[in-house]
């Protein structure tokens, strides 16, 4: 009797939402909110009314809302705003180009266009105050800001006609290890604010689609949990304590599990305005219940790759020149330096030993130079003359930015917040989609500019342009 009943309630609730659908079907209104919809009402309502359809004999029809023509319904790609552009006029029902350029929540990995429908998603995942942390620039994002327009401001020059390159050899050679591609994942911090799979679920993709992956030293998760994730040692990026002989330790501990490279992060020495996460955090800061609860769970808590290095204090050498020297010589390691912007530093790092440089200004997280890495690359890669690796971050989020790096100079090509993204919406899969949409545009322009190999791409491969071109022209950090 009672699965008679609920059978029945069942009928009556399919027939009333098909009822639902075809009275919206006969009005302009399903036709102006069906690109809003998530996903899964989407395919609901694919689903009702092909149903109908299929029973009635008679294709839907819909109503145009800008032009009154009757059409019949297509099936539509997934979009839905979830983070209207700031200071642009809003529509009650967004229409697709407006979700196109704002950001759309998915349901799958697979459901993505492009990196930004996964900061919508990561974003409604996430605690603010994590989320902040990430999102953030220094002062007022402008240097976030920069990053973005000094891609926008550099032109593309592709050839139409040439020699058909059926297959591109994107692989890139690092100290002596052959890559598959030129990008790789940059260090962040407590990937496991994000996501519960952490720096561990970010390894097995990056494994798989052959990316290098760098460790942060602010990990959630300890070196030899990631190498073995990962399958095989990985770079770690070091923090200097003033304190040399905490140094040490961490150099060593890494050093142990096979670490082939350290990268030592120096544009942070000077501090940073974080305002954004100081404000989310509140007076109370760490201090707060809510972080207490994940932050100092047990008496003495510290981050994977702080435990075990305290000891008696050691001597405080000045971050000059010649720690370069000091960090190579305590662990055999190659040592390259990240947060090079200028020519100055560029020749000085390889006078003083450095393997490589990394340009970057941890995504407009350090200091508020305004001014993009791209705009800054030129001139280290001059500094360099070729003698080290240049390596380069901040900002990139289309294949066509890994391009232009790698035309001005850049030997390979790093990523940080949005495979950040892919891992907050869906971990592991998260991250492997936005690495294989980001390798599809990036191949997409090679076949563009008739490049068959990375050596191939060049000066003549792109121009500057005026002024950027800013289509995702929100100045509060979303879609930048």
């Not at 697979?110 to 605690?127: M, P, Q, R, Y």
């Not at 907050?424 to 492997?432: E, N, S």
Request: aromatic share 8%.
């Amino acid at each position: 009797m009672i699965k008679q009943q609920a059978r029945a309630d069942e009928q009556q609730t399919g027939t009333s939402r098909r009822h639902f659908f075809k009275m919206l079907a006969g009005s302009p209104l399903l036709a102006m909110a069906y690109p809003g919809l998530s996903p899964a009402w989407q395919r609901e309502v694919d689903r009702v009314l092909a149903r109908d359809q299929s029973a009635s004999g008679r294709a839907t029809r819909m109503v145009c809302a800008d032009c009154g023509q009757a059409f019949q319904l297509p099936a539509m790609r997934p979009m839905r705003s979830s983070m209207p552009q700031a200071g642009a006029p809003q529509s009650p029902t967004p229409n697709a180009l407006d979700v196109h350029l704002t950001g759309q929540l998915i349901d799958a990995p697979g459901d993505a266009s492009n990196v930004w429908d996964f900061e919508a998603v990561a974003h409604a995942n996430t605690l603010p105050q994590h989320w902040n942390y990430i999102h953030m620039g220094v002062d007022d994002f402008e240097t976030r800001y920069a990053n973005r327009a000094g891609y926008q401001r550099l032109s593309l020059r592709p050839k139409r006609l040439g020699p058909d390159v059926p297959k591109l050899d994107t692989s890139v050679s690092l100290f002596g290890k052959r890559w598959a591609t030129p990008l790789f994942l940059c260090p962040v911090a407590a990937l496991e604010a994000y996501h519960t799979e952490g720096e561990s679920g970010a390894a097995r993709a990056a494994r798989a689609r052959g990316v290098l992956q760098i460790q942060s030293h602010q990990s959630s998760q300890s070196y030899e949990a990631i190498a073995e994730a990962r399958g095989e040692p990985h770079w770690f990026q070091l923090y200097a304590n003033q304190d040399w002989d905490v140094n040490k330790r961490t150099i060593e501990k890494v050093a142990a599990a096979g670490c082939p490279v350290l990268v030592w992060t120096i544009d942070l020495i000077g501090g940073s305005n974080r305002e954004l996460s100081r404000r989310s955090q509140g007076s109370e800061g760490y201090n707060r219940p809510l972080c207490q609860s994940c932050h100092n769970h047990q008496p003495g808590y510290q981050r994977p790759m702080h435990r075990g290095v305290q000891g008696p204090p050691g001597p405080r050498p000045a971050f000059d020149w010649d720690y370069v020297k000091r960090l190579k010589d305590a662990g055999k390691m190659k040592v390259v330096l990240k947060g090079i912007v200028t020519r100055e530093d560029a020749e000085l790092a390889v006078l003083h030993g450095a393997d490589g440089v990394l340009v970057s200004n941890h995504g407009g997280r350090a200091e508020n130079s305004l001014r993009g890495t791209i705009d800054s690359l030129p001139e280290v890669v001059a500094g360099v003359k070729g003698r080290v690796p240049v390596m380069f971050d901040s900002g990139v989020r289309r294949g066509a930015d890994i391009f232009k790096a790698l035309a001005l100079g850049a030997t390979a090509v790093g990523v940080g917040r949005p495979y950040v993204w892919g891992l907050g919406a869906f971990g592991q899969q998260g991250v492997d989609k936005v690495i294989a949409l980001l390798l599809e545009e990036f191949t997409m322009v090679m076949r563009q500019a008739r490049t068959a190999t990375l050596a191939q791409i060049g000066p003549q491969s792109v121009m500057p342009g005026a002024t950027p071109i800013m289509m995702r022209d929100n100045r509060q950090g979303f879609g930048l």
